[in-house]
């Protein structure tokens, strides 16, 4: 009998493997459409001579140093396949501590000595650049009097071209961004190095184990991104989202998302025309977005592409970001990307998937179908159980933003602690092993063959816990605490470091031992037996959970300012120093800049408040005040009992007057805040200070939003903003 699996597997890849959409008749070829954009090895193919195309391969794959004679040759073919698609200007496309990205156009365009211009673009401007850089946090590391930043070309992920609605092209390169001195002053060098370091262990630990194919081994991510989607003109009237990216004020909306009727639920037209321009556009761009669907909140929305090597992934879900935004705004729409926009719904987050695959195709963490394959398999699983073990507050950190201290630990998200989640059967295999037993399969799902010490592997891993933080999924790894709005560089830089370390020590132990076999035994016993307690199966968002994790001794950081201080520690020093990620300075300077940021964005959200309170929520509710003032005593007048509006103004009165003392307590809390300098007292008074001050402000407002005619209510409702359109 023919098993779903089949049925489905002949319904989907296999039978349409190779169609391809006609051309005609308006429809869109997806495949013409796909990297048009791209300077891809296809185009390079194409329009380099064929030994520049083979030297700049080999920079790409090897590392090797690349020329200027090559550089030359490539920019030129760049410069005439980009003005040929109508570009003008182009830029290095570099990503700072910001999270954002960045970009100063240069036009191509080069005087001539009779007063015409030729379009020109050399090999020195493309492989560096000097943005004036002064104005990019550094923490420190570039002192203003050393403005100068040097961005660099980074040819492993591939230069492509930005349109936008006017009508500008623009040749985007993605390029380091590094300090004088050579530190570095953004998110993706530490990634590139953190690529390297990993490679570099887990081939160690295959050749020990006797692969003499494979080369390089590559972290890959495929990171799923949620969103929210409201109606631009409810977007404009609220100077919370307008300035801050959440909701500071808002009573609850009668429904939220309890009927569970929006997940995967079909989607609305106007937010299909959005997705399908959203594809478009990132098609052109050679980011394969694949998945898109409704998320759990009301008016929020997940894409997820196919996964690529870390390094573009983070490349790629940055023009994500930017490209929602963008093509939201043609729809007279606002995608919001923060952690949680609205409070008592879902926020959102980004999934990180993550494994490692060898430059020969082979997944390391796909479970195999030889004990060999199993052996390696376990092994890469026990040095991922010890990583994230060891260094549950590192990853933690990598998570860490002022919008995912709004989502960690809340009801709909994972919790702060971090766990992995490897499912039952797996489970009991690891176990089994720490116990030094050989394990044995009890369920029916298994691979049948168990002939060597170790044991054989549940094929496929169907039990999704949609709880855990840190959870195998089969053949990868979901790192769930992602923050929605952040770059993914940071955390994978974590992840890739991490792994590497406890890959070299799987490595100096089988490279030393007499019998592999029983050595690769011993070092997966090892694991379960010192870092088994992080695997948790269970519901990750039970109240015994966290008391078992407080048990266990495993972490749990609630807010950003306490989890930044895992990478600054002297561990962290010797870590990333060790694997040549980031020195003492880069992650003093990290520790700062986030510590600053932390401060300015509570900073920016109480100034929204006391500006909303103020202008908008104070005099509408005085004027309102004022009004059942009057119809009091105009029914008095004509001998009518006003008791109920008496009582329901006294009632908004009270409220009122509370509100006003949270004002002005927030103000002052503020200001005292602002005053601090050194940057660590200062995130904790925001913490503590401003940001329980200015919530304490919300709960009131919030009530006398349910107390004020609607029409006299200055701002857009959760009803509008989340049902509204
Ligand atoms: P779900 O929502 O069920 O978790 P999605 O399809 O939305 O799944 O997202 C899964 C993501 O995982 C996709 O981006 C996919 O490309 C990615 N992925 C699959 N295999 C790997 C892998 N080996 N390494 C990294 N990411 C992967
Ligand atoms: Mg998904």
């Known amino acids: 009998m023919a098993s779903i699996d089949t049925l489905l597997r002949s319904l989907t890849s296999e039978s349409n493997a190779g169609e391809r959409l006609p051309k005609s008749n308006g429809v869109l070829d997806i495949t013409e459409v796909f990297g048009s954009n791209v300077f891809s090895d296809k185009v390079m193919k194409e329009r380099l001579p064929k030994d520049t195309y083979k030297a700049l391969k080999k920079v790409m794959e090897q590392g090797a140093p690349l020329t200027l004679e090559v550089a030359n040759v490539v920019a030129n073919a760049m410069k005439d396949w980009a003005i040929e698609k109508g570009a003008t200007h182009y830029t290095h496309w570099f990503q700072p501590l910001t999270g954002k990205t960045a970009e100063k156009h240069d036009s191509f365009i080069s005087p001539t000595t009779d007063g015409s211009v030729v379009m020109e673009?050399?090999?020195?401007?493309?492989?560096?650049?000097?943005?004036?850089?002064?104005?990019f946090p550094s923490g420190g590391l570039r002192a203003t009097f050393e403005a100068r930043g040097y961005t660099a070309w980074d040819c492993t992920s591939p230069a492509f071209l930005k349109t936008d609605a006017a009508g500008n092209v623009t040749l985007c390169i993605p390029t380091a961004f590094c300090s004088y001195t050579g530190e570095t002053l953004d998110k993706k060098t530490p990634l590139l190095r953190s690529m390297e370091a990993v490679s570099k262990q887990a081939i160690r630990v295959l050749r020990a184990l006797g692969n003499r194919t494979s080369n390089r081994v590559v972290s890959t991510v495929g990171p799923e991104q949620e969103y929210f989607l409201i109606d631009k003109k409810h977007f404009d009237q609220r100077i919370d989202l307008v300035t801050s990216g959440r909701t500071l004020f808002g009573a609850p909306a009668p429904k939220g998302q309890e009927l569970e009727d929006q997940y995967f639920g079909a989607i609305k037209d106007r937010i299909s025309a959005f997705m399908k321009d959203l594809d478009t556009e990132l098609w052109k761009m050679g980011v394969s977005a694949k998945t898109k669907h409704n998320e759990v909140a009301p008016a929020q929305y997940e894409m997820a592409p196919i996964f690529s090597t870390t390094n573009i992934a983070a490349d790629h879900n940055q023009l994500v970001m930017e490209t929602m935004q963008k093509v939201a705004l043609r729809h007279d729409l606002v995608c919001l990307l923060h952690e949680k926009p609205f409070a008592g719904v879902n926020g959102s987050g980004k999934h990180n998937n993550w494994s490692l695959a060898t430059d020969d195709g082979a997944n390391l963490l796909e479970p195999g179908k030889t004990p060999h394959d199993n052996e390696q398999f376990l092994l890469f699983l026990a040095a991922l159980i010890t990583a994230v073990d060891r260094h549950a507050d590192k990853l933690r950190a990598g998570a860490a933003n002022p919008g995912n201290d709004l989502r960690l630990g809340a009801n709909e998200a994972p919790p702060a602690i971090v766990s992995v989640f490897l499912g039952e059967e797996l489970t009991d295999i690891v176990e089994s092993l720490g116990k030094g037993k050989k394990a044995s399969s009890k369920g029916q799902n298994f691979l049948n063959i168990g002939v060597d010490t170790l044991p054989s592997l549940p094929k496929d891993n169907t039990d999704r816990n949609r709880t855990s933080p840190f959870a195998f999924t089969?053949?990868?790894?979901?790192?769930?605490?992602?923050?929605?709005?952040?770059?993914i560089s940071g955390p994978n830089t974590i992840l890739n470091t991490i792994v590497a370390e406890a890959l070299d020590e799987v490595a100096t132990r089988l490279e030393k031992a007499k019998d592999i076999n029983k050595e690769a035994a011993a070092i997966v016993k090892d694991a379960i037996v010192q870092h088994g307690r992080v695997i948790f199966n269970g519901n990750n968002y039970s109240e015994d959970w966290l008391k078992e994790a407080k048990k266990r001794g495993i972490p749990n950081i609630r807010s950003t300012v306490d989890a930044l201080a895992a990478m600054n520690s002297p561990e962290a020093i010797k870590l990333f120093e060790k694997y040549k990620v980031l020195s003492k300075e880069e992650l003093h300077s990290r520790y700062e800049v986030y510590l600053e940021n932390y401060a300015k964005h509570i900073n920016i959200e109480a100034q929204a408040a006391i500006?909303?309170?103020?202008?908008?929520?104070?005099p509408v509710v005085s004027r309102f005040s004022g009004c059942l003032a009057g119809t009091v005593s105009s029914l008095k007048a004509a001998g009518v009992s006003a008791a109920v509006q008496k009582e329901h103004l006294t009632k908004v009165q009270a409220l009122l007057a509370?509100?006003?003392?949270?004002?002005?307590?927030?103000?002052?809390?503020?200001?005292?805040?602002?005053?601090l300098s050194e940057a660590h007292a200062k995130a904790v008074a925001f913490r503590d200070k401003v940001f329980t001050a200015q919530a304490a402000l919300r709960a009131d407002i919030d009530v006398l939003e349910t107390l004020t005619p609607k029409d006299m209510w200055p701002v857009p409702t959760y009803v509008d903003m989340l049902f509204g359109f």
């Open 121 to 135: 673009f050399s090999g020195k401007q493309l492989i560096q650049g000097e943005p004036d850089a002064s104005s």
């Open 474 to 487: 089969g053949n990868k790894f979901e790192f769930r605490m992602v923050a929605s709005s952040a770059s």
């Open 611 to 618: 500006t909303m309170a103020n202008l908008q929520y104070f």
């Open 658 to 675: 509370s509100a006003v003392g949270k004002l002005e307590a927030l103000e002052a809390a503020t200001q005292k805040a602002q005053a």
